[in-house]
């Protein structure tokens, strides 16, 4: 019998992940292990569980056959209504849901068919920094080029730096990518709203938008669409999910939606790309979404009161205040220390948080992350001497 010659691993990849590093989360969850007495803020899960009623309702859907199938391939037609009702309950625009709507794996695959569909290589996509490291890093892997925007974090809490967004506009911009709360907390305001929209109508560029924490806002905030706002219906693709604000991250549900010209684009990258969604947790994730945001509210105002104890906690330290979603960023460098370096004291002292080393350019790798969704505010008291021993003061 002739031997097989074993190949030989000279580590080549493929040129799409030159200078894409990991997420971080993964390496700080491994060193904290599943010690209980850790405080686990490194990573966006939640202990706010999904409602009651859509647990049932996915239960009494595994096993049908109608829920395991690989058809229909863009998405059930009850969670494309479902999607449709959402951003008109919202104050946004009318979509058809059989012909602007696709369904998809959740908050990934979503933003990788997006981008697959509305860029070529080369292409230049506007970001903030900091921002999520799966929106930068899907750009690269796309082999557009990110351009990063700063957020300029102080007490009052982030706001976007407009004329460094006006000066990163070329003619090489296809898309601008924006997902507000996810990591810093940063919910854009009217003005900031209306640079970003004035930008896409004048140059026609789209606006991806991640709105899978847009319903998460504190302090009263409205809760806005883009798409809602003049000439910005046709020009913003929305990559939406069930995995947060209805805290049901293991359905891997979400959806795009976009102007009736484009979707068929979308679609056609989706069936390559995911070929199929979960049955069962469409019919799940569409109870969820016709529950309406009562059962959203309820969920907010608790991750709103864990914030509050996140702010008590952190009281005279550089953590810039969140307006909504479930992570405010602490900056290292303004405590004397780098970001890995206090992530490393962090968990020496059980906290494990993650830095923001991959999530951004100049601004981002000076911060920590701190997600307060996924301990109770009991727990959260525990963080502020915890915090003061990392850094020393």
Avoid at 70 to 86: H, N, T, W
Avoid at 135 to 157: F, H, Y
């Amino acid at each position: 019998m002739t031997q097989r010659r074993p190949v030989e691993d000279d580590g080549r990849v493929g040129r799409r992940l030159e200078g894409i590093p990991g997420f971080g989360i993964d390496r700080v969850a491994a060193a904290a292990g599943t010690d209980p007495d850790v405080l686990r803020l490194e990573n966006l899960d939640t202990d706010v569980p999904p409602h009651p009623h859509v647990v049932e309702v996915t239960r009494a859907a595994v096993g049908r056959d109608e829920a395991n199938s690989y058809l229909p391939f863009s998405g059930l037609d009850e969670m494309k209504q479902a999607v449709a009702s959402l951003i008109r309950r919202r104050g946004g625009p009318d979509y058809d849901p059989f012909g602007e709507i696709v369904i998809t794996q959740g908050d990934g695959d979503n933003m990788l068919d997006a981008l697959l569909a509305l860029t070529d290589p080369g292409d230049e996509v506007i970001l903030t920094d900091p921002t999520y490291a799966g929106m930068i890093q899907r750009v690269r892997l796309v082999g557009a080029v990110p351009r990063l925007v700063p957020l300029l974090g102080d007490d009052r809490g982030w706001r976007l730096d407009l004329d460094a967004l006006s000066a990163a506009v070329s003619d090489a911009t296809q898309a601008l990518f924006l997902a507000p709360s996810i990591p810093t907390g940063w919910v854009p305001n009217d003005q900031e709203w209306d640079a970003i929209a004035g930008i896409c109508r004048d140059r026609t560029i789209t606006l991806l938008y991640w709105a899978g924490m847009e319903g998460i806002v504190f302090g009263g905030r409205p809760i806005l669409l883009p798409s809602a706002l003049e000439g910005m219906r046709d020009l913003t693709v929305t990559c939406g999910t069930v995995s947060l604000e209805q805290r049901m991250i293991g359905w891997r549900v979400g959806w795009m939606v976009a102007r009736a010209e484009l979707a068929p684009s979308l679609a056609l990258v989706h069936i390559y790309n995911g070929i199929v969604i979960s049955g069962f947790g469409q019919i799940g994730a569409a109870a969820a979404l016709v529950l309406g945001d009562a059962d959203v509210r309820s969920a907010v105002a608790e991750w709103e009161r864990r914030h509050a104890e996140l702010l008590r906690q952190c009281e005279g330290l550089p953590l810039v205040p969140a307006h909504g979603g479930w992570s405010a960023l602490i900056d290292a460098e303004a405590c004397g220390l780098d970001a890995p370096t206090l992530s490393d004291r962090l968990l020496d002292h059980k906290v494990a948080a993650t830095p923001m080393t991959a999530w951004g350019d100049s601004v981002a790798p000076r911060h920590v992350r701190l997600v307060f969704s996924n301990e109770p505010i009991e727990r959260l008291a525990l963080l502020g001497e915890r915090l003061r021993g990392a850094i020393g003061a």
